[in-house]
């Protein structure tokens, strides 16, 4: 008798993105899930926002604020199941891999953008791996816009008097690219201080569940960025934020995603959820917290409860 493996299903991937997002949710973080050519007018800018990026709707809420500020026309598209198919692909369905990035793109070229933003280095990889002859929109990680709009930018950053160090990925020319631009932003923020450390680099294109840093190098990164008095790690991807959390608890030094800083520089207020529960660092603690809401929007607390330890306490 042929035996079948059981894999994990979609369904329940993509009900743990939603669920978890609606329960770490940001005020103000507003998308639409399927876009309409009338949306065009507004839409020089698609700004996506995919499936693992609603364990921390800060980020792109910040990527909105920040383009609010900057006057620029945008559009926020994406939602729990609008994955550029990396998750396909790290299940095992390579062909849905590309059915998924091929069928988003045709979605965003409704309407005509010149440009695609993502918050997440998996969809930059995807969409410019899968990319189709007609598009006509270039396809670029957040990072890459905030130096074309520096000159714009510099007037709205104030003072911000911290001493840091940059994580980044080396593992390809766009994540080198994502990693210079950060930088070149970050120099720009008043009072900022960056400091050089030799442990700061991350394996593959990001910090992940699948192919995480491992623990000897994540110490290593944390014990130089103390000992060289840096008080804030800073990231390009929301997987690197989620992944090195849990070492605030032993090491005197804040994890912070860079547009938290530019945040910061810019006067603009914004919550961090998952970094509330993951600091509790205590599962039943995280429960108790999330229970109010929980009931209130009728989920089952087990099924919660496996999504939080999957996806907060990595």
Same mark, same amino acid.
């Given at each position: 008798?042929?035996?079948?493996?059981?894999?994990?299903?979609?369904?329940?991937?993509?009900?743990?993105?939603?669920?978890?997002?609606?329960?770490?949710?940001?005020?103000?973080?507003?998308?639409?899930?399927?876009?309409?050519?009338?949306?065009?007018?507004?839409?020089?800018?698609?700004?996506?926002?995919?499936?693992?990026?609603?364990?921390?709707?800060?980020?792109?809420?910040?990527?909105?604020?920040?383009?609010?500020?900057?006057?620029?026309?945008?559009?926020?598209?994406?939602?729990?199941?609008?994955?550029?198919?990396?998750?396909?692909?790290?299940?095992?369905?390579?062909?849905?891999?590309?059915?998924?990035?091929?069928?988003?793109?045709?979605?965003?070229?409704?309407?005509?953008?010149?440009?695609?933003?993502?918050?997440?280095?998996d969809c930059d990889e995807v969409f410019e791996k899968f990319r189709l002859p007609s598009t006509r929109y270039e396809i670029a990680n957040f990072s890459a816009l905030?130096?074309?709009?520096?000159?714009?930018?510099?007037?709205?950053?104030?003072?911000?008097?911290?001493?840091?160090?940059?994580?980044?990925?080396?593992?390809?020319?766009?994540?080198?690219?994502?990693?210079?631009?950060?930088?070149?932003?970050?120099?720009?923020?008043?009072?900022?201080?960056?400091?050089?450390?030799?442990?700061?680099?991350?394996?593959?294109?990001?910090?992940?569940?699948?192919?995480?840093?491992?623990? !000897?190098?994540?110490?290593?990164?944390?014990? $130089?960025?103390? /000992?060289? +008095?840096? &008080?804030?790690? #800073?990231?390009?991807?929301?997987?690197?934020?989620?992944?090195?959390?849990?070492?605030?608890?032993?090491?005197?030094?804040?994890?912070?995603?860079?547009?938290?800083?530019?945040?910061?520089?810019?006067?603009?207020?914004?919550?961090?959820?998952?970094?509330?529960?993951?600091?509790?660092?205590?599962?039943? !603690?995280?429960?108790?917290?999330?229970?109010? $809401?929980?009931? /209130?929007? +009728?989920? &089952?607390?087990? #099924?919660?409860?496996?999504?939080?330890?999957?996806?907060?306490?990595?």
């Amino acid at each position: 008798m042929k035996t079948i493996p059981i894999k994990r299903s979609y369904t329940r991937g993509y009900e743990q993105n939603r669920v978890l997002g609606a329960l770490l949710p940001q005020a103000g973080l507003e998308w639409v899930t399927e876009l309409q050519s009338g949306d065009a007018t507004r839409a020089s800018i698609v700004l996506h926002i995919s499936c693992n990026a609603h364990y921390t709707l800060f980020i792109p809420y910040l990527a909105q604020e920040i383009l609010k500020r900057l006057g620029k026309s945008f559009v926020v598209f994406g939602g729990p199941e609008s994955c550029c198919g990396s998750r396909q692909f790290n299940m095992g369905d390579p062909d849905l891999e590309e059915q998924n990035a091929k069928l988003a793109q045709l979605s965003f070229a409704r309407v005509k953008p010149q440009l695609l933003v993502s918050v997440c280095p998996d969809c930059d990889e995807v969409f410019e791996k899968f990319r189709l002859p007609s598009t006509r929109y270039e396809i670029a990680n957040f990072s890459a816009l905030l130096p074309r709009y520096l000159e714009e930018l510099k007037p709205l950053l104030g003072p911000v008097k911290r001493r840091v160090i940059i994580h980044h990925h080396t593992s390809d020319p766009a994540r080198i690219a994502d990693g210079a631009n950060m930088r070149r932003v970050l120099e720009a923020i008043p009072g900022l201080e960056i400091v050089h450390i030799e442990d700061r680099f991350g394996p593959g294109i990001h910090c992940q569940t699948i192919k995480p840093m491992p623990a !000897a190098d994540q110490e290593a990164m944390f014990a $130089e960025a103390l /000992a060289l +008095g840096a &008080d804030t790690l #800073v990231m390009p991807y929301h997987s690197c934020y989620r992944q090195h959390l849990k070492m605030e608890l032993r090491h005197p030094v804040e994890v912070q995603h860079y547009l938290g800083l530019i945040a910061e520089s810019m006067g603009i207020v914004f919550d961090q959820p998952l970094k509330k529960l993951r600091l509790l660092d205590d599962l039943d !603690a995280s429960m108790v917290s999330l229970r109010p $809401e929980i009931a /209130a929007r +009728g989920y &089952d607390e087990s #099924v919660v409860r496996s999504f939080a330890q999957n996806a907060i306490y990595l």
